[in-house]
Antibody, heavy 129, light 109 residues
Framework: QVQLQESGPGLVKPSGTLSLTCAVS?????????WSWIRQPPGKGLEWIGE???????NYNPSLKSRVTISVDKSKNQFSLKLSSVTAADTAVYYC??????????????????????WGKGTTVTVSS | DIQMTQSPSSLSASVGDRVTITCRAS??????LNWYQQKPGKAPKLLIY???SLQSGVPSRFSGSGSGTDFTLTISSLQPEDFATYYC???????????FGQGTKLEIK
């Protein structure tokens, strides 16, 4: 079954760039799935960061869009997150996840339902000098 | 942007109780609603997708219902392993983000 593993520096300096990678095993990143990053500040809820398809198409959280870049490396079966100009508010556990989908045909329209069905264990990133 | 509001924010219950958690969307999202369970120090786990479809491997005591703006997650008979935080998430408009609710912490009474 598909497994995800996040990796990257656990400490980033303010104003620097946070860089994380999510390695996909047990499946191909070129499958018909989107791949996503989500974060969770200490003691708080979940925030979606963005997603990527193996073609390179991306969608980002509008509140983070100006600072986020998500990319894919099909040769290494992994995808990556870069978050620039970080502050203490970016301190969080960062998760990568696979986006699964379920579709049903109603009349002549297909409805696609998306959900995060496989998650990595998460990696803690602290922004501090 | 679509806002998701869960209630209550926390809840105390006993093993064997029937528990209901509510999630309200700021606009209609049809059935584009998912539920996740998160235990301390662990990644979230998908329970319910498309408002009422049970994810494979999830016990049948979990169920979801609702459409439009109002949704519920019900646990029919609480088990010790169900004490966790639960999040709803909308996937109606993926271009503007998979918004999560603020979470409901379910604690042992």
């Amino acid at each position: 079954q598909v497994q995800l593993q996040e990796s990257g520096p656990g400490l980033v300096k303010p104003s620097g760039t946070l860089s994380l990678t999510c390695a996909v095993s047990g499946g191909s990143i070129s499958s018909s799935n989107w791949w996503s990053w989500i974060r969770q500040p200490p003691g708080k809820g979940l925030e979606w960061i963005g997603e990527i398809y193996h073609s390179g198409s991306t969608n980002y959280n509008p509140s983070l869009k100006s600072r986020v870049t998500i990319s894919v490396d099909k040769s290494k079966n992994q995808f990556s997150l870069k978050l620039s100009s970080v502050t203490a508010a970016d301190t969080a556990v960062y998760y990568c996840a696979r986006i699964g989908d379920y579709n049903i045909l109603t009349g002549y329209k297909i409805h696609y339902y998306y959900y995060m069905d496989v998650w990595g264990k998460g990696t803690t990133v602290t922004v501090s000098s | 942007d679509i806002q998701m509001t869960q209630s209550p924010s926390s809840l105390s219950a006993s093993v064997g109780d029937r528990v209901t958690i509510t999630c309200r969307a700021s606009q209609s999202i049809s059935s584009y609603l998912n539920w996740y369970q998160q235990k301390p120090g662990k990644a979230p786990k998908l329970l319910i997708y498309a408002a009422s479809s049970l994810q494979s491997g999830v016990p049948s005591r979990f169920s979801g219902s609702g459409s439009g703006t109002d949704f519920t997650l019900t646990i029919s008979s609480l088990q010790p392993e169900d004490f966790a935080t639960y999040y709803c998430q909308q996937s109606y408009s993926t271009l503007r983000g998979y918004t999560f609710g603020q979470g409901t912490k379910l604690e042992i009474k």
